[in-house]
């Protein structure tokens, strides 16, 4: 029994140590995101605000740009899908993988070629693991993303929206990723970022204009709506890219939170039920100990009497 006691204490010494690494991470997971609503909370608005701009621009003008215009038929289509580049985040990249695997799906359906995007670590090696193609990835920033990095993602996009589909372009610019709720939801979304769904951002417009008890915005267009839909579309692109990567690390963060909280838990579950094997144990022994000792004073008296006689 003493060998059963010295693997229990083992086992206890080396959960513990999980434990305070699991706690560790919680604790960190924690404070980013905090940092990380605030980000959101500032890019969300410009986000809003460039999507209005841009509506209005192709909506009040005759001008039949490349990026507003429905091919007709649409033949392919980029799909950006944001995940991780670490794990120990729970479903967080299983869902985002899955959220962009049903869109791909739903694309192919409508018989269109899909070009797939891929952020994160956890989302290229799915790819690569299922020997699958990706056009392009990036890696290394997704639970800090900046301005920068958006950029970086949107050109390639932006450039194959503006090159013909026989000449290995898109007509349009899909993007599954994680949409942040509050801390405890965080909910997969599919969003179509390009051609411009036209109708209904201008409903959303207005209707947050009636929300908001202001009245409707009216631009003006110099020098003129082709050269400000030009300088328009990319930013629009950037900033939409950046608020989901944003979106994706408050998200990816409350995930891991919430896994890392639901592991320390599980390890004090753990410790519990390992001490009160350990002092069953040590009582076995403690019992076993008293038994021999009593059997052998037994015998002793059991032999001087028997002398004594």
Same mark, same amino acid.
């Given at each position: 029994?003493?060998?059963?006691?010295?693997?229990?204490? $083992?086992?206890?010494?080396?959960?513990?140590?999980?434990?305070?690494?699991?706690?560790?991470?919680?604790?960190?997971?924690?404070? $980013?995101?905090?940092?990380?609503?605030?980000?959101?909370?500032?890019?969300?608005?410009?986000?809003?605000?460039?999507?209005?701009?841009?509506?209005?621009?192709?909506?009040?003008?005759?001008?039949?740009?490349?990026?507003?215009?429905?091919?007709?038929?649409?033949?392919?289509?980029?799909?950006?899908?944001?995940?991780?580049?670490?794990?120990?985040?729970?479903?967080?990249?299983?869902?985002?993988?899955?959220?962009?695997?049903?869109?791909?799906?739903?694309?192919?359906?409508?018989?269109?070629?899909?070009?797939?995007?891929?952020?994160?670590?956890?989302?290229?090696?799915?790819?690569?693991?299922?020997?699958?193609?990706?056009?392009?990835?990036?890696?290394?920033?997704?639970?800090?993303?900046?301005?920068?990095?958006?950029?970086?993602?949107?050109?390639?996009?932006?450039?194959?929206?503006?090159?013909?589909?026989?000449?290995?372009?898109?007509?349009?610019?899909?993007?599954?990723?994680?949409?942040?709720?509050?801390?405890?939801?965080?909910?997969?979304?599919?969003?179509?970022?390009?051609?411009?769904?036209?109708?209904?951002?201008?409903?959303?417009?207005?209707?947050?204009?009636? $929300?908001?008890?202001?009245?409707?915005?009216?631009?003006?267009?110099?020098?003129?709506?082709?050269?400000?839909?030009?300088?328009?579309?990319?930013?629009?692109?950037?900033?939409?890219?950046?608020?989901?990567?944003?979106?994706?690390?408050?998200?990816?963060?409350?995930?891991?939170?919430?896994?890392?909280?639901?592991?320390?838990?599980?390890?004090?579950?753990?410790?519990?039920?390992?001490?009160?094997?350990?002092?069953?144990?040590?009582?076995?022994?403690?019992?076993?100990?008293?038994?021999?000792?009593?059997?052998?004073?037994?015998?002793?008296?059991?032999?001087?009497?028997?002398?004594?006689?």
């Amino acid at each position: 029994m003493g060998a059963q006691l010295r693997v229990y204490k $083992r086992r206890i010494k080396s959960v513990t140590a999980t434990k305070k690494i699991t706690r560790a991470m919680e604790m960190i997971a924690a404070s $980013r995101i905090i940092k990380a609503q605030r980000k959101v909370a500032a890019s969300t608005p410009y986000a809003d605000e460039l999507t209005a701009a841009v509506s209005a621009v192709a909506q009040g003008s005759e001008v039949k740009h490349p990026l507003t215009t429905e091919a007709d038929p649409a033949r392919r289509a980029a799909v950006l899908v944001v995940t991780s580049d670490r794990g120990l985040a729970g479903g967080y990249s299983a869902n985002a993988l899955k959220a962009g695997e049903n869109l791909t799906g739903e694309l192919i359906a409508e018989g269109k070629e899909v070009d797939t995007y891929i952020v994160g670590r956890k989302g290229v090696a799915y790819y690569a693991f299922r020997e699958r193609p990706v056009t392009q990835s990036w890696t290394g920033f997704t639970d800090s993303p900046t301005y920068a990095d958006a950029k970086a993602v949107a050109a390639p996009l932006i450039e194959a929206m503006e090159r013909d589909t026989d000449e290995g372009g898109v007509d349009e610019l899909h993007i599954a990723y994680t949409e942040f709720v509050s801390m405890m939801t965080q909910t997969p979304v599919e969003r179509r970022m390009l051609p411009l769904t036209l109708a209904s951002t201008a409903e959303e417009s207005a209707e947050a204009f009636q $929300r908001a008890g202001e009245p409707h915005a009216l631009y003006d267009f110099e020098p003129s709506p082709e050269q400000v839909l030009d300088a328009l579309l990319p930013r629009y692109v950037e900033s939409r890219i950046y608020n989901a990567l944003l979106q994706s690390a408050a998200s990816e963060h409350a995930a891991r939170r919430r896994a890392m909280k639901s592991a320390t838990d599980n390890a004090e579950e753990l410790i519990r039920s390992l001490t009160r094997l350990a002092n069953q144990a040590r009582q076995a022994d403690i019992t076993q100990e008293i038994s021999e000792i009593v059997g052998g004073a037994n015998a002793l008296a059991d032999a001087t009497a028997g002398s004594e006689r």
